[in-house]
């Protein structure tokens, strides 16, 4: 079994992980989808994100796009992410499970969590 959460805006793959409306996991068997669980996003609150996304047990995360310190956070806590996808959620997880889903293009610089936190002083 694999639990793959992607960011979405009404269904869709949204532009940018921290800002999207929730996330849709899938839990997944081989190429089969077995189940959709809706989790509403908390917030962006940066650099928290990565760790909610760890703790609803996601094995990977599926995205528009998101910031460098978001992606290192991931990296940090062993979750593999795609950047760059577009569209449907489910035909992103579906591409995704046949081998069709592959991360593209760039990590955008929005954030980073030394500015919030020293905005916050």
Not at 64 to 71: D, I, P, R
Request: some cysteine.
């Amino acid at each position: 079994m694999k639990r793959i959460a992607v960011a979405v805006d009404k269904d869709v793959v949204s532009a940018h992980f921290g800002l999207c409306e929730k996330f849709l996991v899938y839990e997944t068997d081989g190429d089969k989808i077995h189940k959709i669980e809706k989790v509403k996003n908390p917030g962006h609150k940066p650099c928290t994100l990565p760790k909610f996304i760890k703790e609803i047990g996601a094995d990977l995360l599926i995205t528009g796009n998101m910031g460098k310190t978001a992606a290192s956070n991931c990296v940090l806590l062993h979750i593999p992410y795609i950047i760059g996808a577009e569209g449907e959620a489910r035909a992103a997880v579906s591409n995704y499970l046949c081998g069709n889903l592959e991360s593209q293009g760039e990590l955008c610089d929005a954030w980073t969590c030394e500015f919030f936190d020293q905005s916050n002083h």
